[in-house]
């Protein structure tokens, strides 16, 4: 099994990269638009992301969560901060270039933030991998803007040379980009868009300029429509209304779609509508949706935003790299797994009732096809399969993180998909969730808590956790080793107190800090009531919780009411040592605890954490 990712995902390969925090918070169509969730749910069954001196995935679109939230607010406000900087520059002073990318230091920052209205910039390490991967698209990006006559400007920072700079922009890890607007320097907008030459431009694109294009006939309209796989036309009657600023809001971030608007009462006529209405048309599925805007409340953002999110994403879906993201950015937290092997006919033809099932549950689930025979073995471990069970479902909740498999062995149909679907919503599942039996990382369904002379005849479907065999020697060395299975009973021991490492086995810090655990363990081998355990979080899952960073160290002290501590002191046998004598307290000058890897999440791409 793979990695788990705070708090948009549970399922990664491990990264090939030290420090590497991969985005997930939520993403993430065949045609359709991609979403990213700043806040959002979390992305189980995630591939490999990319590693140093790859290209990056651009379809990482930020969601109108930020929206929701309030933060567009924030944009281009407050009042300037006078730089002591610029008060310094030298008159007539040129900022260099670098294949057409400002370099900027402290000196030159307040000259170009004078001189270019539109400046984003990049906080890069010189050693970060994930910096050498953007680099080659930024100055492509750069080069662009340049050949469109777009208004932008491209500029970079050496972020571990520029202290100052990365300590006024709260920058906590490379690559960091920030978007300045018409010389502000106290409010600068965070970069949330792709990391691909294109996708930069559009981003700056939809802020310098319009995000939707202004339709005046049907020739125009048409030729919109024609531009792209997801086209989306707000139709206003008045478009000085507020509910247009709304849906330009929400086209300056929705990047994977085009958007247009009109207040033509032939176009209204031509596309049948008498009233405001956002309109999604797309080449696939049934290809037009339609938004009425509510006469009294206006145009609600999170709806639209909702709306849009659901109806731009293909009834069914196959897991790929590719899609992966879309998939995970869609913000619908149920998502159904057929897993198929596409090579075989009686395969392929459980897909047409698969897809048959999916229109009434649209928004609810969200239907994915897994090939097996495809590079998805990273799903397959992740929901303890093996390729040759295939044809069967899986059903995960991501944000709970809960997965289920149908009872029994029947046919799948259209049928037998929605009754599935409709036994886990029904609520009448009681089932706790217990240690899978089987071979180490495989899971098996268990009827958990059900009256013994109920689970006969239970016909639900039963979730179900992961776990590695209990290893015959796990408590022989001084080090004792914890799964899924024998977690509970060791940590929450009323007689003994339990500080446990939960790691992963790719993960760099945990392999820095592995001479100190050991060492911390053999030094209280012989303390009777003190257990020095870790736990391959990767290979297993808990009840209690989910793991959001690795390493991750927890201390369960004795007693019966079941607390757990979380360390965040230094790691290092001294701190260990003091911690524990301490029965579970830090020192007050203890310092913080130095960067936790986390497992793939960022609501802008990969980052390195400083």
Known sequence: MSSRCPPCGLFLPPPPSRGCSQALSSLRKGPGATWQLLLGPQSPYLPQPPGPGTAMDGQLLPVLLLFLLGASGLQGQGPERPSEDLLEETPGEEVPKEDGVLVLDHHTLGLALQEYPALLVEFFAPWCGHCKALAPEYSKAAALLAAESVTATLAKVDGPAEQELTEEFGVTGYPTLKFFRDGNRTHPEEYTGPREAKGIVEWLKRRVGSSATRLEDEESAQAL????????????????????????????????????????????????????????????????????????????????????????MLLVTEFSNQTSRRIFGARILNHLLLFVNQTLASHRELLEGFREAAPPLRGQVLFVVVDVDASNDHVLQYFGLKAEEAPTLRLVNIETTKKYAPPGGGPITSASVAAFCQMVFSGKLKVSWLAPQGGAGRAQPLLGSFPTQHQSSWPGPQPYLLSQEVPPDWDQRPVKTLVGKNFEQV????????????????????????????????????????????????????????????????????????????????????????????????????????????????????????
Request: glycine letters at 6%; aromatic letters at 12%.
């Open 225 to 312: 429509m024609d531009a792209g796989d997801v086209v989306v036309i707000g139709f206003f009657q008045d478009l000085e209304d507020e509910d247009v600023a709304t849906f330009l809001a929400l086209a300056r971030d929705a990047l994977d779609m085009t958007f247009g608007f009109t207040d033509q009462p032939k176009l209204f006529q031509k596309f049948g509508l008498t009233k405001d209405t956002v309109v999604l048309f797309k080449k696939f599925d049934e290809g037009r949706a339609d938004f009425p805007v509510d006469e009294e409340l206006g145009l609600d953002l999170g709806d639209l935003s909702r709306f849009l999110i659901t109806h731009s």
């Open 491 to 610: 940590a929450f021991d009323e007689t003994k107190n339990v500080f446990v490492k939960f790691y992963a086995p790719w993960c760099s810090h945990c392999k820095e800090m592995a001479p100190a655990w050991e060492a911390l363990a053999e030094k209280y081998r012989d303390h009777e009531d003190i257990i020095i355990a870790e736990l391959d979080a990767t290979a297993n899952e808990l009840e209690a919780f989910t793991v959001s960073g690795f390493p991750r160290l927890l201390y369960f002290p004795a007693g019966r009411d079941r607390k757990m501590m979380e360390y965040k002191g230094n790691r290092d046998l001294e701190s260990f040592s003091k911690f524990l004598d301490s029965g579970g307290e830090l020192p007050a000058e203890a310092p913080t605890a130095p960067f936790q890897e986390p497992l793939a999440n960022s609501s802008v791409g990969p980052r390195e954490e400083l």
